[in-house]
């Protein structure tokens, strides 16, 4: 068994494959607060994980099983949801942006690192928490990090919210919480009881009401990073 804080959570787990060990490595922790939950993944877990990705290994079926059912405690026990993103830090304030796999956010991101240098902290580039705590939205990185394997065990206040899609010039506007609701709803996990579904839309409908929200057309240049920047922190290069 070991012990990880994941997004302010301590948390005991029991599983038997090495893989996950390995990806949740800089996750583990040794301090005194104390374990408020335990994961144990099972044979059960795998296969039901199993039924949704049948080409996967049982190694990487029991990770998702343990991302899952961290998500679903968060939900329900701490104010929080999974966002399919990629948040980046600059400044202590987190700027995550969303779109459908292979639209291009992680290469936003990345210019926006070779834009601003150390500025630009990479908090997760796929599978950043969201967690409401002392009446602001922090989000948080998590072992689950995509291809890249991007992240950083810290969290940040949530400055901005941008979905991105492609074209062939750069365009920036906000837009509204209604706007930007199915995107975000589209991009979360969904639980099953309806208890829990209630707080993901109470939690995504606050969410959405506290932090700037835009829209971002763009093509791959640095150009288009200085201009999300620019516009969503308010400060100049």
């Not at 301090?31 to 996967?56: R, Y």
């Not at 942006?97 to 990345?110: L, V």
Request: aromatic share 10%; hydrophobic share 40%; charged share 25%.
């Amino acid at each position: 068994m070991r012990r990880y804080k994941i997004a302010d959570v301590v948390f005991d787990a029991s599983f038997k494959y090495k893989y996950t060990a390995e990806v949740c490595k800089n996750y583990e922790y040794n301090g005194d607060e104390k374990s408020i939950a335990f994961f144990e993944i099972t044979d059960c877990d795998i296969a039901k994980e199993k039924v949704n990705a049948p080409d996967f290994h049982d190694a990487h079926l029991e990770n998702l099983a343990l991302f899952r059912k961290l998500c679903s405690f968060i939900l329900t026990n701490a104010q929080g949801i999974i966002f399919h993103s990629s948040a980046v830090m600059v400044n202590n304030n987190a700027y995550l942006f969303t779109a459908p796999s292979g639209t291009g956010k992680s290469t936003h991101t990345r210019l926006w690192r070779e834009l601003l240098g150390d500025k630009a902290v990479m908090i997760n580039d796929d599978k950043p928490i969201i967690r409401f705590v002392d009446g602001d939205f922090y989000v948080y990185g998590t072992p689950w990090n995509g291809k890249h394997r991007l992240d950083t065990n810290c969290r940040a206040k949530v400055k901005a919210i941008c979905k991105i899609s492609q074209a062939k010039e750069n365009v920036i506007t906000p837009i509204t919480p209604a706007q930007m609701l199915p995107v975000i709803f589209n991009q979360t996990l969904y639980p099953n009881g309806l208890n829990d579904m209630d707080k993901l839309l109470s939690y995504i409908d606050k969410l959405l009401k506290s932090v700037d929200l835009y829209s971002l057309g763009c093509n791959i240049s640095k150009e288009a990073a200085m201009l999300s920047y620019q516009t969503m922190s308010g400060e100049q290069l």
